[in-house]
C-alpha cells in the first residue's frame, strides 16, 4: 500500500492480464470508441472499421473471420 487514498493510476492503466478483453484485434492498442459488428459479435474500434470500410466499401470482412459485416453497433 502506498498510502494513497485516491489513486489514479487504477483507472489510467489496466493490468496486462484484464487488458487483454479491451484490445482491438486491428490497432492492437485498447479500444477507442469500440463497435460490435453483426452477425460475428467481434469488437473493433470506430476509426479502425472506417479504414476496413474504405478499403472495401461493399461487403466488408470482419478481419478477424472474414464474415461479411452487415451491420455495427456502439458498444458503452
Known amino acids: 500500500s502506498t498510502g494513497n487514498p485516491s489513486s489514479s493510476?487504477?483507472?489510467e492503466e489496466l493490468p496486462g492480464r484484464d487488458r487483454e478483453?479491451?484490445?482491438c484485434a486491428v490497432c492492437l492498442d485498447v479500444y477507442f470508441s469500440p463497435y460490435m459488428c453483426h452477425p460475428c459479435s467481434h469488437v473493433f474500434c470506430e476509426p479502425c472499421l472506417r479504414t476496413?470500410?474504405?478499403n472495401c466499401p461493399t461487403?466488408?470482412?470482419c478481419p478477424l473471420c472474414r464474415t461479411t459485416i452487415t451491420h455495427v453497433f456502439f458498444q458503452k
Open 21 to 23: 478483453g479491451y484490445i
Open 52 to 54: 476496413l470500410a474504405k
Open 9 to 11: 493510476s487504477e483507472d
Open 59 to 61: 461487403n466488408t470482412p
